[in-house]
């Protein structure tokens, strides 16, 4: 089967995704769920008036926040091991449109389940934490691998600019309903997560519907193993792709503080700058980052264009290096307000320029999704060591601002990676793939 490219009809469904799915990423992983599960696991003494924000899970005893960062720490090690069989089986099978509704359902389906979160019952609600975020990366592997596919290079960046353009819009829809569904009207938040899966499951239908079955294949043997012979055939394939191995390399360390920041940003202002039980603020702050970033993204595109995508990013990262350092200092909510701005106008750009970047990379193939694959697993592992790093950082000295130096720390690494591609070789990467 062939499947069209530039079909404008296919390319909408396709970014309708991130329309889809933004919610998760929005509502759950960074703007309501985050201080809600803060409100259920933190406890003020009656007598004393002191604050006790340490749980148990499975006996053993943890800082609130740390132990919310272990559990996404752990899910995306679950990623991790799960994409590179999935991901071969679906280039065999051309199931990738199977994955993509799995994970999906499976993720939009435990967002409901968060209505039923239970502090007395940490271990079987944050197993729901758990799942969500699984369902949400999980079916970005497969998502993302369609890119290639649907669209020529020269349409990469628009197209994936437009994606994440559309989840910042819709998500942040979804956000300011479910504030006024919750200030206005006294609607109980666990129906706003119930709320997420099923937009989420809802709008994703579209994408479906216009989406094709995607390439198949036949005569396999082993496909649960052939996952990772296909990793480890990318892997060897991109070793003789300087550029991409440069680019690879750098992102895994970048993008590891960028994902980071997106996890820990409410809990750390929430903790350190909105103290009170009134986070009014603190969701005002998200809902800028989300305006600004639908625009960053769509600019950031076009300055791509004039400058190049390894310029682009490059300034980007350095950008987020002064974010964090800045990040470390601040004290007041107009400081953070004002932090707020710049992390929305880069957070969505950089993802953008990065997914359409590597997509622009990739060889001639019909194994998009397992070098999506690769790519995939390699934030993740990224993901795994920075999340849990930023919690156990919190758990041995007890402050959230220790943890922003590893950040820092990542972000200037991956900067100095980054500038190890040339103008010149960038360029004629992009051009040639």
Known sequence: MIIEKNNP???????????????????????????????QTTFKNS???????????????????????????FAYLIVVFTTPILSGVADYWGNKKFFLKL???????????????????LELSMFVVMSACVGFWGSLVFYNAYLPEIAEPHL????????????YIGSTLLLVASLIA??????NVRYVFVLVGLWWIGFAQVTYFRLPKSVVRKNIKNPILNGFRELKKVFKEIQEQFVMRKFLLSYFVYNCGVQTVMIVAVPFASKEIFIGEDKSGLIAAVIIIQIVGAVGAWLLSKLSIKIGNFSVIKITVFVWMTICVLGYFIKTETQFYFLAG???????????????????????????TSYFSFFDVSEKIGLVIG????????????????????LIILFIVGFALLLRIGAKEGKAALEND
Not at 49 to 59: C, T, Y
Not at 105 to 117: E, K, P, Q, R, T
Not at 387 to 406: A, D, K, P
């Open 103 to 121: 994970f999906c359902y499976i993720g939009a389906v435990s967002c409901m389940g968060l209505y039923f979160f239970n502090s007395n019952q």
């Open 156 to 167: 990469h960046d628009k197209l994936s600019a437009k994606g994440f353009t559309m989840g």
């Open 182 to 187: 919750i200030k206005v009207f006294g609607i």
């Open 47 to 73: 007598v004393t008036g002191e604050i006790n924000d340490v749980v148990s899970f499975w006996g053993f005893h943890f800082i609130n926040t740390e132990l919310y960062n272990y559990v996404f720490s």
């Open 342 to 368: 710049i992390v929305g106008f880069v957070m969505g750009g950089i993802q953008s320029m990065s997914r359409s970047t590597f997509s622009k990379l990739i060889p001639a193939t019909t194994d998009n």
């Open 387 to 406: 999340v849990f790093l930023f919690g156990f950082i919190e758990g041995l000295t007890h402050n959230m601002r220790l943890s922003i130096i590893f």
């Open 9 to 39: 009809k296919v390319m909408n469904g396709w970014a309708m995704y991130d329309w889809a799915n933004s919610v998760y990423n929005l509502v759950i992983a960074s703007a309501i769920f985050p201080i809600f599960y803060q409100n």
